[in-house]
């Protein structure tokens, strides 16, 4: 995981070795090598840009500040100092920490979580993992929605998941999607469902006729919380993505799913600042205990090792 930019680092750690101080002349040697390695990692170029040029001001006052200090006792080696200049940028790159789920007044009914993103980002999968979360983390009743109508298997998968966790499923081979996901605010009632996540449709790519069908269902439904499941492995692909949904639905996040694959780490590390939502859960296995709240810390601590 992430392990294209995390050698990117060690060479600047490397590039430090032995060295007294921080000079102008290591300080551009280093964020050539951090360049590289966020290229090498898919990471987008107007970001990447925007980092190297944060980390470089922050470096370069830095050297003034050691100079100032000339004479006192020195605490940390010039490698030690400068990623951690570059550990704060990168915590401010990945986040803040946002894990909110927003819940609805229970005595206006139950929270909707509505699941989009495309085919094969792991989407039903999380829809899953979601759940379990919901129900043994947070003590919630969870009602699963099928609203992929068109793949029976997709259907069928979240019908197994539900059994596995232990959590009742609404769905409709067939049926109209938005239909289904109305009718589920009267069956989750009845079951004494407190949450909803509707598990929606996806495509191979963004198309309109897809985003008209998912509008639909947020305007007949008004879900509390929109999050977009996104494929770590894909890339800047799953940056774009997240860029078109974000334009016709407004995502309150993204679950950031295949981590535990993705030896780049640029979607991660870009998606954020490209749309300003925060990451809020990350997949780390296909295990339906395999999700974890996303911690910009951990990542940066886990990047620059
Ligand atoms: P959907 O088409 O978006 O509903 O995608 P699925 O939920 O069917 O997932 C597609 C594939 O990705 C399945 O084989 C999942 O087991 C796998 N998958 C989902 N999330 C993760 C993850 O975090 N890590 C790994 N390694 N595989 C995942």
């Given amino acids: 995981m992430f392990d294209v930019v995390a050698k990117g680092f060690r060479d600047v750690r490397n590039r430090f070795e032995g060295k007294r101080e921080i000079t102008e002349e290591n300080i551009d040697g280093a964020l050539k090598d951090i360049r590289m390695a966020m290229l090498e990692a898919d990471v987008n170029f107007r970001i990447a840009k925007g980092f190297i040029e944060r980390v470089k001001e922050t470096a370069l006052g830095e050297i003034v500040r050691v100079?100032?200090?000339?004479g006192e006792k020195v605490e940390v080696t010039p490698g030690d100092h400068f990623i951690r200049i570059?550990?704060?940028e990168l915590e401010k790159l990945l986040g803040p920490v946002d894990t909110s789920i927003m819940y609805s007044n229970p005595r206006l009914g139950p929270t909707k979580i509505m699941m989009v993103g495309l085919q094969g980002s792991?989407?039903?999968?999380?829809?899953?993992?979601?759940?379990?979360y919901l129900k043994e983390r947070e003590g919630k009743k969870p009602l699963l929605v099928g609203a992929?109508?068109?793949?029976?298997?997709a259907i069928e998968q979240l019908r197994v998941l539900a059994k596995r966790i232990d959590v009742p499923v609404h769905a409709r081979e067939g049926g109209d999607p938005v239909e289904v996901c109305r009718e589920s605010l009267k069956i989750a009632e009845e079951k004494g469902c407190d949450v909803i996540l509707f598990d929606t449709a996806g495509r191979l790519a963004v198309d309109d006729v897809l985003m008209d069908e998912l509008e639909m269902i947020v305007q007949q439904t008004k879900p509390e919380n929109i999050f977009l499941v996104a494929d770590a492995m894909i890339g800047q692909d799953a940056?774009?993505?997240a860029k078109e949904f974000n334009a016709r639905l407004e995502v309150d996040g993204f679950i950031m799913t295949k981590l535990d694959g993705d030896a780049r780490g640029g979607?991660?590390?870009?998606?954020k600042e490209v749309t300003g939502k925060p990451i809020k859960f990350i997949g780390l296995g296909e295990d339906l205990d395999a999700l974890e709240e996303f911690r910009p810390e951990g990542l940066a601590n886990r990047i620059l090792g």
């Fill in 67 to 70: 100079k100032a200090k000339a």
């Fill in 86 to 88: 570059c550990h704060d």
């Fill in 122 to 132: 792991g989407k039903t999968t999380t829809t899953g993992k979601l759940a379990k």
């Fill in 148 to 153: 992929d109508v068109y793949r029976p298997a």
């Fill in 239 to 241: 940056v774009n993505t």
């Fill in 267 to 271: 979607a991660a590390l870009s998606i």
